[in-house]
Structure formats: C-alpha cells, structure tokens
C-alpha cells in the first residue's frame, strides 16, 4: 500500500462497457489506487491494471440486484479515505448521468474528504455513437434529452416532464426497456406522432452490441419479437434515420463471435487486442502460467561461455523475453551478442528481437524446430545454444547432435497449469455460444483439456483454432 498525507477520492466514469472508452486519466489512476470501490457496469474490464496490492470492493448495481446499498457505499468511501488512501469509486459511464455521483460527493464534502471528479463518457454518447446515430444533426437537431427510464412507470407521481420531450428533436432514454410501453404510451400522449424514428441499442459499445429499429407505431412489437435484453438505450428522433448509413461497429468481421484465448496472461495482450479490434467478444481463459527460472546457474554457465557459440537458437516469445530480462539484471545488453547467429523459431519469436534493433539471421516458414535443420545443413560442426521452455520438445538438440554440432539446452523458463475455474467457459462450450479456442502452444492445449468440466463438454467439439501443426497435432 502506498501512504499517502492524506486521503482522496476520485469519481471516475469507466465508460458504457468497451474498455477503450476509459479516459487516459481514470486509467492511470486505477492503476495508482490504493482501493477501487467499483461496480458491475463495465469495471471489471480495467480491474486487471490495479496494483497487486490494492483492496477491490465490489459494490456493483443492477436493476434488482443490488450488492450493497448506497449509504454503505458512501461509509466505505469515506473510511478508505480517512485511512490515508488514494481511493478510485470507478462507475459504469459517467459518474453524475444517472449514476449517483452527486449522492457520493455530497457524502465526501459533509465529511471534509478532499475528491476529485474524472469524467466519463455516457452510455447515453457512446451507445447510440457505436450504433451510427448522431444524436444531434444540424438537419433535424436543436435539441436533446436524456431522460431515466425508472421513474417511466411512476404515472402520477413521475417528475418526467412528458409535455415537453414531445417537443425535443431527439430524446434518449436510459434503463428503460421494461417500461417502453409506458414510454412510447406516454410520449405519443403528450404529442409525438407514430411515425417518429426509434432504435434501441442493446449492450451499447460491447462485442454483442445489437441495434433494432422501428417507429413509435411498431417498436414496442419488434423489441419484443427481437427479445430485448436490459441493459439498452432508447433513441427517439428524425437521427435514427441515420443509422442504417452510419453504422460501423457492427459491421466488423468478427463481430458477434465470441473467442477464447487460453495463452498466459502475460502473452495474451497482443492476440486478444487484435481480436477486439475485428469485433470479437474476447473471453480471457488463461490455461498456463510462464515462470521465469531465476535464480538459475545455467542460464549463468552460458553466459560465461557466450562468445564460444556460433548460434543461439529461440523457440518462443517467452524464451527471449526471459532472456532480455535476465541479460539485462546481470548488466548485460544487446553488445553482448555480436558476432552471434541468432536463429527464431516462428516470426513472433523474430519480431521480438526486431524490437530490441537486432535482425535475426534465420527464421523458418514453418513454426516447428525441426524447420530450423536446414539452415544448419551446411554448416561445419558448430556449437549451438538453444533458450527454451524447461519442459519442450527435444528433437532439435538430438537432430543436431547427430549431424556432428555441438549442442547445450538452456532452460529459461517453466510452464505452469493455472487452475482457475472454467465451469464459465464449459457452460458457454455447452450452450454453443463460443465461436473459437485459441491455443498457441500445446502446453495451452493440455491445460485446457485438463480445466474444462468434461461432464458437460464433449472436447471433441470444441472449435478450435491452432498456431503451428505440432499445437495441431496435440490437439
């Protein structure tokens, strides 16, 4: 825990649910925080950036399921504060449209805690943004409500002024789906004709984002065909019209489908970033866990006899992370290779030292060792390092010795089973609602079989999707 001289609470608005939403300052102060006081409305996508150390306390709110009531959330703010702590309240969208901020910095200012307010972009923006809607347009936009549909099916005793979003251009609803009879009843009531554009955004800004379209006359008809699901935003306005040339977030390739990625979480960044950005719904099933081996005399006994090698051959992205780690604690850097042949087993593997300014000399079409034979054909008896999982394949250091090289196995790292549960992932397998399983490795293979409850899931039929034929071969 860092101390601080003394408390302070931050409202940060997390965004409508895609993570990329989040402002660059709520960001960095998630991963500062002391304590993180979140709810359920797209926080845990930026949960994994905290601090090893920091206290998270779920507080999440949904309609009819609250975790904790309000008064108990604002207690826990102003006690973390009180302790000294840099405390984050990190809220779904914005913290002050419809979220409560106000009730939450009231509390703060009554009890002298010192705050500020970061915000955050509203699912009332962001939704109707991600589906093609311009929520104003100087063709037919002067003017635009965002109203709470909660207060809806009050009829009396509702404080929504009917009368006068009648006359409003575009009207944007929020936790309204259960009422949208009401409403619909309601605003035709005041004055809205039938024949007004409405759309509904269902999981605004998420990979199963859908948006369903109608008029005032059919929608109520069509939400219900269509099976409408809370959480959804409503649109009312000539803007709807917009939508069907706008939209561009559903129109991703993968948009839709859902993928698992079972590498270590470390590796997974990469691969689960791109997806997202073709529009899958990415599900995070780390199935092993990459420790570097350190201390590790080895690795140590190399580096002494480095300059006796001809070539220094990598298997992995882990294998030459761990090495520029460890190169770099005993004070070494890409000097010490010169003269070396650096050999890569795949282009990811390559790329990794292409980072680092330094162009491999060998890297194979295909992704498996024994393609790296080739390149040694030709060459007299030399000696080769090989840096590699402690656990792989050891068909290239035999292959090689036969044909007269000299050849030493370095581990540089161990591979894990991380044990979490998958009853989550095997209840989606079941239900038909994953697209694909990634495995890029067969250690992540092996993981998974291991993890998935095989009494509900018929491995057989898990689509997956392999890096490389040995990965191919193990499943």
Known sequence: MVTHLSGKVFLVGAGPGDPGLITIRGRDLVARADVIVHDQLGAPSFLALARPEAELIDVGKRAARHTMPQEEINRILVEKAREGKLVVRLKGGDSFIFGRGGEELEELHRNGIP????????????????????????????????????????KEASSIPWAGLAGINTVV????????????????????????????????????????????????????????????????????????????????????????????????????????????????????????????????????HLHDYHSLVFTSVNGVEIFWNQLSKRGLDMRSLAGRRIVCVGPTTAQAFRDRGILPDVIPENFVAESLLPSFSGLPPVRVAILQASE???????????????????????????????????????DGRIDAVTFTSSSTVDGFVQAVDQAIVDIKKIPAMVIGPITAQTC
């Open 392 to 430: 792989a394949r050891d068909i290239l250091p035999k292959i090689l010795t036969e044909n007269g090289h000299q050849v030493d196995v370095f581990p540089m790292y161990v591979t894990t089973r991380e044990k979490d549960d998958l009853s989550v992932v095997s209840g989606l397998l079941q």
């Open 173 to 304: 609803f929020l936790m309204g789906v259960g009422q949208l009879p009401h409403i619909v009843s309601c605003l035709h009531d005041a004055g809205k004709t039938l024949d007004t554009p409405v759309a509904i955004i269902e999981n605004a800004t998420m990979p199963r984002q859908r948006t369903l379209t109608g008029t005032m006359a059919n929608i109520v008809d069509r939400a219900k065909s269509a099976d409408i699901k809370p959480p959804a935003i409503i649109v009312f306005g000539q803007v709807v019209e917009f939508q069907e040339r706008f939209a561009w977030f559903d129109k991703r390739p993968l948009h839709g489908r859902t993928i698992v990625v079972t590498r270590a979480t470390a590796q997974a960044g990469g691969l689960s970033d791109q997806l997202r950005e073709l529009g899958a719904e990415v599900i995070l099933c780390p199935t092993i866990n990459v420790q570097a081996i350190d201390p590790n005399p080895k690795f140590d006994t190399f580096l002494k």
């Open 115 to 154: 705050f500020e307010v970061i915000p955050g972009i509203s699912s009332s923006i962001g939704g109707p943004a991600y589906a093609g809607i311009p929520l104003t347009h100087r063709s037919c936009t002067t003017a635009l409500a965002i109203v709470t549909g909660h207060e809806a099916d009050l």
